[in-house]
């Protein structure tokens, strides 16, 4: 069954404003600290700023998540967001929004979607994270989705959505009670092009970082997975992210919390498996 039901809809809303920097977006990050990614990002800073632009998701004038969008490939690089608990459904009618920014032939559009063949829109800040009505609204932005093969959207990458978020409920306590967790997804580019436009990922991944008041602990997960039909997502060991590109801002989540030998217990199972 597919996971999500694509709307005719298409809106041309300014839910977003224009930031040069990640430093004008903050909030999204642990200690606003972005990840390191090869040859794009670096101590912060965007390598190539005509390619890759910044986007603080804004939406009911209220900032939601953050996107750094890759205008070659017309896919986001990543999404970051702060998951402080859910409330609400899915919005019943789905409307795609564009980036008013961006000129068109440097974005996607809901067109390019057509004859998806396999793929669908998938959510790197998935609505079903989002707090409220609002917040799962701003979600469905064309920035925010890549081509992701249906059967790995609403199997393995679903059941980690779903099993991340119990996770972070349980376990990313703060001050009061409050839940706080740092989310990061993204995705890596592929060699194939849906419609001859919009990179189609080879690989998507997740990684979530949050404080456990309760325990005095930092905790760490990184999942990711091959875009795929029906491939399976893993749990990242401390081995495994030395080797991506992501490896100095993971690894320095995995060191600075008291759970890497949990994660390394993990590593190379299906991340719904449990043992010790």
């Known amino acids: 069954q597919q996971l999500h039901y694509l709307s005719s809809l298409l809106v041309f809303f300014p839910c977003k404003e224009p930031i040069l920097t990640l430093a004008d977006c903050p909030g999204f990050f642990v200690k606003d600290t972005p990840p390191v990614i ?4 670096e101590g912060g800073n965007i390598l190539k700023q005509n390619r890759y632009k910044v986007i603080c998701q804004t939406f009911r004038n209220e900032r939601r998540f953050l996107t750094l969008y890759d205008t070659k490939n017309k896919i986001p690089v990543f999404s970051a967001y702060r998951f402080t608990g859910v409330t609400g459904k899915r919005p019943n009618e789905e409307m795609w929004k564009i980036e008013p920014e961006l000129e068109d032939y440097n974005q996607a559009i809901y067109s390019d979607y057509n004859n998806s063949q396999g793929d669908n829109r998938g959510h790197l800040y998935p609505n079903c994270h989002a707090k409220d009505w609002n917040a799962k609204r701003s979600t469905f932005t064309l920035k925010n989705v890549v081509p992701h093969s249906i059967s ?4 393995s990458w679903a059941k980690m959505e779903r099993c991340t978020e119990c996770l972070m409920k349980t376990k990313c306590i703060i001050a009061n009670g409050r839940i706080e967790a740092f989310v990061v997804v993204g995705a890596e580019p592929g060699e194939m092009k849906l419609n001859n436009k919009i990179n189609i990922p080879s690989r998507m991944w997740s990684v ?5 008041s309760r ?25 495994e992210i030395r080797a991506t590109k992501l490896k100095r801002w993971v690894l320095s989540l995995f060191l ?4 890497v030998s949990a994660a390394l217990r993990l590593s190379g199972r299906p991340f719904h498996r449990r043992g010790p």
Request: one cysteine or more.
């Open 38 to 41: 090869l040859d794009i990002l």
């Open 256 to 259: 600075k919390t008291s759970t």
């Open 152 to 155: 790995f959207n609403s199997g």
């Open 208 to 212: 979530f970082c949050c404080y456990n």
């Open 215 to 239: 325990k005095g602990v930092w905790l760490s997960k990184a999942y990711w997975g091959h875009n795929q039909p029906e491939a399976n997502m893993t749990e990242s060991s401390y081995k």
